[in-house]
DNA sequence: CTATAGATAATCT
DNA sequence: GATTATCTATAGG
């Protein structure tokens, strides 16, 4: 029996919720997986968009209501899907940063082009592309379609680390990821 | 396998 | 005008 993700599952800090999403399986429409990489960010946090409380027009709904998506265009060219999170609104999401493919891979694999399944939906980009995420998801709440999310296993190893790609906040050990997973988009 | 370079254009200052 | 929560190709071990 599938367990469907309660919406107060998004009422805690993002640290917290990182660390929870890894097995969690994420689908959109007919297609997806598990999430086995993810990165937390917070207005605490110099690396993130929202640092400090800023608020710009690509950044509104990481402070909307919980449990609803941020979706972002990185470098201008690739969409990136947040979690937003937090009980108080002040700026807390959930990067997701790579699936183990489960549903629809052959969808995900017209649209991604010939790369091995290992790296169908390595990295916040890749994955995106995969699911056919773009920016209209955005502000779009997580518990409704087209997303559906189902809970994780009971017993599941999360590692952690440094995350990727930045060039402030970069020690913090904010990236979880699944232990052994071959589908993260870079080890641990 | 890891490391680095270059492309790329929306977003922000 | 500068920056960027990335990706791919390529070179080297």
């Given at each position: 029996m599938d367990h469907a993700i309660p919406p107060h599952y998004f009422e805690r800090d993002?640290?917290?919720?990182?660390?929870?999403?890894v097995g969690v399986t994420l689908l959109l429409h007919d297609t997806g997986g598990v999430i086995v990489e993810a990165e937390a960010y917070d207005h605490t946090d110099?690396?993130?968009?929202?640092?400090?409380?800023?608020?710009?027009?690509?950044?509104?709904?990481?402070f909307g209501p919980p449990g609803h998506?941020?979706?972002?265009?990185?470098?201008?060219?690739?969409?990136?899907?947040?979690?937003?999170c937090g009980r108080d609104r002040s700026g807390h999401a959930v990067l997701i940063r790579a699936l183990q493919p489960v549903m629809g891979i052959e969808i995900m694999q017209q649209r991604r082009g010939?790369?091995?399944?290992?790296?169908?939906?390595?990295?916040?980009?890749?994955?995106t592309q995969a699911l056919g995420i773009t920016g209209e998801?955005?502000?779009?709440?997580?518990?409704?379609?087209?997303?559906?999310?189902?809970?994780?296993?009971?017993?599941?190893?999360?590692?952690?680390?440094?995350?990727i790609g930045l060039t402030r906040g970069v020690d913090s050990?904010?990236?979880f990821?699944?232990?052994?997973?071959?589908?993260?988009?870079?080890?641990?």
């Open positions: 993002a640290l917290t919720v990182a660390h929870d999403l110099p690396a993130s968009h929202c640092f400090a409380g800023r608020r710009t027009p690509r950044n509104a709904s990481m998506a941020y979706v972002y265009r990185s470098y201008g060219v690739h969409w990136c899907l947040n979690f937003v010939a790369v091995p399944e290992r790296r169908l939906c390595a990295g916040p980009g890749n994955l998801l955005d502000g779009k709440p997580l518990t409704a379609p087209p997303f559906k999310l189902v809970a994780r296993p009971s017993h599941v190893e999360v590692v952690s680390g440094t995350r050990p904010w990236r990821g699944l232990a052994k997973s071959r589908f993260v988009s870079r080890p641990f």
